[in-house]
């Protein structure tokens, strides 16, 4: 019905500094039905996230029902749902790493509200940073030991930005270098581990090649000289075949 519209038109809009205190909240008591909306297809995740800020006002001493969104707010939270739609989407993105990409939404929004080149800038220290940690949950599925240790780094430096984000972006700049730092690191690493499995794997090759031909050496003189005696027969087929 028109009443509800009508509440929301004539309620009071949040002020930036409710707003910032209410999307803190957020922030650091992740909620669950957030949280839900993330795992579901089809759910509009700027819708979830402005019942969730008018909810929680009301937690911070509005009167339930009274409170309503500025409209340049509304505006920045529709442009962080739609990155993050999209994100989700199109990357593979599955379990605990769908979950630790939606832990950002939040902050998301905070950096939307201070700074709105975010959106426009692929380089804004921000979008970096989320653009990289989607790259390292892309498709890891926590298989290997190095995925584990790329999804411990991604899990790191999440709870950090959670956790240290009030209202300074500096914060941005400081992990996206932290992480681009790790993850060259890690791929350095990662590159040794496949080139020292390659070279392994060509050893036992060339190992098998070499038994394989001292097999048959030893079998042809064995065939030529039926005389041989069992001794020196046994000495060549066992402990000399080595060699």
Known sequence: ???????????????PREMMNVLSLLQSTPSATLSAAIGEHGESLAQRLKSEVL???????????????????????????MLFDVMLDERDLAGRSRELIGRLIVPFVKVALLDRRMFVQKTHPARRLLNSLAEACEGNTGQTPAERVLMAKVEEITERLVAEFNENLAIFLTLEEEFRDFLAQHRRKVEIAERRAAETQRGQERLEQAR????????????????????IADFLSSPWQHH
Request: no cysteine; net charge negative.
């Open 1 to 15: 019905g028109p009443e509800p519209e009508a509440a929301a038109q004539t309620g009071r809009a949040l002020n």
């Open 55 to 81: 909810h929680s006002a009301g937690q911070l001493g509005m009167a339930p029902g009274s409170a309503r969104l500025e409209a340049a707010d509304e505006d920045a939270i529709d442009l962080v749902g």
């Open 212 to 231: 394989r031909r001292a097999a048959a050496e030893v079998a042809r003189h064995l065939d030529n000289d039926p005389q041989l005696p069992k001794a």
